[in-house]
T-cell receptor, first 113, second 114 residues
Framework: GENVEQHPSTLSVQEGDSAVIKCTYSDSASNYFPWYKQELGKRPQLIIDIRSNVGEKKDQRIAVTLNKTAKHFSLHITETQPEDSAVYFCAVPQEGSARQLTFGSGTQLTVLP | NAGVTQTPKFQVLKTGQSMTLQCAQDMNHNSMYWYRQDPGMGLRLIYYSASEGTTDKGEVPNGYNVSRLNKREFSLRLESAAPSQTSVYFC?????????????FGDGTRLSIL
């Protein structure tokens, strides 16, 4: 099955700084790459996703970049704010069964005021 | 439009008891999923239903059964609960169109097995 590695597992940044989280995957046929944010005690919520036909996608302070050759994609958060503090998960379609998603192990982002 | 609704929100069971977790979506999605999330870990797929009438095992199906009752509802049953099944359970749904689509999650069921 698909192997997804997410780094770092924890990340602390000062308010206003940028944060970058990276995921690597194994299946070169993967073509859909979502990122989810999960606040403490809440459900995971999609914050941004990208398809393999583009290399970058932005939505205000959030961006995702994709390097299909190297099989990795990254979440970029600029001008971080305390409300960005949460656990972030990447996901990749399961090899051979694109309906399924394999999730990374998560990154706990803490934005320090 | 409530999205994905899960019941109950909390439950405490004794080892060996059975229970069913309920999930319903009102987004006319064809695919539905059950995940478990253990402390400090990601989401692991238990079972999924690609469409009404079909179900398939995910990564961690042992100890669970599912029923896709109709297009809206997908239930998860624990026949004989074990302490290792203490977890937060999330139901999700998506609209499969031939390529990857975002999954929408419910608020979760926090289940403790004593």
């Amino acid at each position: 099955g698909e192997n997804v590695e997410q780094h770092p597992s924890t990340l602390s940044v000062q308010e206003g700084d940028s944060a970058v989280i990276k995921c690597t995957y194994s299946d070169s046929a993967s073509n859909y790459f979502p990122w989810y944010k999960q606040e403490l005690g809440k459900r995971p919520q999609l914050i941004i996703d990208i398809r393999s036909n583009v290399g970058e996608k932005k939505d205000q302070r959030i961006a995702v970049t994709l390097n299909k050759t190297a099989k990795h994609f990254s979440l970029h958060i600029t001008e971080t704010q305390p409300e960005d503090s949460a656990v972030y998960f990447c996901a990749v379609p399961q090899e051979g069964s694109a309906r399924q998603l394999t999730f990374g192990s998560g990154t706990q982002l803490t934005v320090l005021p | 439009n409530a999205g994905v609704t899960q019941t109950p929100k909390f439950q405490v069971l004794k080892t060996g008891q059975s229970m069913t977790l309920q999930c319903a979506q009102d987004m006319n999605h064809n695919s539905m999923y059950w995940y478990r999330q253990d402390p400090g870990m990601g989401l692991r797929l238990i079972y999924y239903s690609a469409s009404e009438g079909t179900t398939d095992k995910g990564e961690v199906p042992n100890g669970y059964n599912v029923s896709r009752l109709n297009k809206r509802e997908f239930s998860l049953r624990l026949e004989s609960a074990a302490p290792s099944q203490t977890s937060v359970y999330f139901c999700a749904s998506s609209l499969w169109t031939g390529q990857g689509q975002p999954q929408h999650f419910g608020d979760g069921t926090r289940l403790s097995i004593l």
